[in-house]
């Protein structure tokens, strides 16, 4: 089944304790991307990658790090979480070839950060 | 960048009727517009896409157009059902990136 999966699901850490939420797809697609979601704010898009080892800011980078050293993984980094960072996170992927535009995203990350 | 207005937080709707759902954005024209549905809790789910040179697209009891000249897309749920109470998130890419920026969504209440 394709698929972008997340973990953890939930978590509640405390401030300034270094984090790593997971993601990965299935689908051998170049494109993944991180977002974050807010009540009243909507999606806001954190990084994105076009393929391996290669990355990009968002709209709203700030107190976040990604990597992506295999095509199907994308990991976003806390290094120092604060509490304006309590949000519900998405990943995302979509392939590059042809016209294909959809994005498939995961299940979400909520994060508390006391 | 792009700027997305969806022009109601929230729509009810009676259980049988058609509910209309608009996202207008300013700047330039995209060369595509997506529509999304998101339940509570969960990552949003694709719909439709529209390009900019089609007017109308239909897929079961979905019709979405896309104005170009009003920077309008209207989003269409003909015989709603209770099922289709979600929120409906439209969505646009940057010009020349493949960055989609999410408009903040209509929150859809389909009452039996």
Known sequence: EAQVT????????????KLTVTCSQNMNHEYMSWYRQDPGLGLRQIYYSM?????????VPEGYKVSRKEKRNFPLILESPSPNQTSLYFCASRGLAGFSY????????????? | ??????????????EGKTATLTCNYTNYSPAYLQWYRQDPGRGPVFLLLIRENEKEKRKERLKVTFDTTLKQSLFHITASQPADSATYLCALPGAGSYQLTFGKGTKLSVIP
């Open chain 1, 6 to 17: 997340q973990n953890p699901r939930y978590l509640i850490t405390v401030t300034g304790k």
């Open chain 1, 51 to 59: 393929n391996v080892e290669v990355t990009d800011k968002g709209d």
């Open chain 1, 102 to 114: 959809e994005q498939y995203f995961g299940p979400g990350t909520r994060l508390t950060v006391t």
């Open chain 2, 1 to 14: 960048s792009q700027k997305i207005e969806q022009n109601s937080e929230a729509l009810n709707i009676q």
